[in-house]
């Protein structure tokens, strides 16, 4: 049924995630000034429930890449996961600054 079928597609989704960290991490040991690679992982480790891991990747690509949009936005979401209500915040606020359009899209 669809029960069944939902926890395929949850099985699924959550090995495509597995499989796109682990291919960013690959890309991370060969570059690791690649700050698209961290930003990328950062997303995974979100949606894996690895909220900690997404703030360690979000703060290593800002490192690289203070302009790093996706990073700011992943980073919002990360310290929101974790309670951090003024870190989330003051990423959202450092998102829109980067990228104005952020806000339109949200």
């Not at 099985?11 to 499989?19: D, I, S, T």
């Not at 959202?92 to 359009?101: D, H, N, S, T, Y």
Request: hydrophobic share 40%; glycine share 10%; aromatic share 4%.
């Amino acid at each position: 049924g669809a029960g069944g079928r939902y926890g395929v597609g949850l099985v699924l989704h959550k090995r495509n995630e597995f499989a796109a960290a682990a291919a960013c991490g690959e890309a991370i040991a060969r570059d690791p000034n690649y700050a698209p690679a961290y930003s990328t992982r950062a997303g995974c480790r979100l949606r894996l429930g690895d909220p900690k891991g997404a703030v360690e990747d979000c703060e290593a690509a800002l490192r690289l890449d203070p302009n790093d949009e996706v990073a700011h936005s992943n980073l919002g979401l990360a310290r929101a996961d974790l309670c951090d209500r003024d870190g989330a915040l003051a990423a959202a606020l450092e998102a829109v600054r980067v990228a104005p359009r952020i806000a339109m899209n949200h």
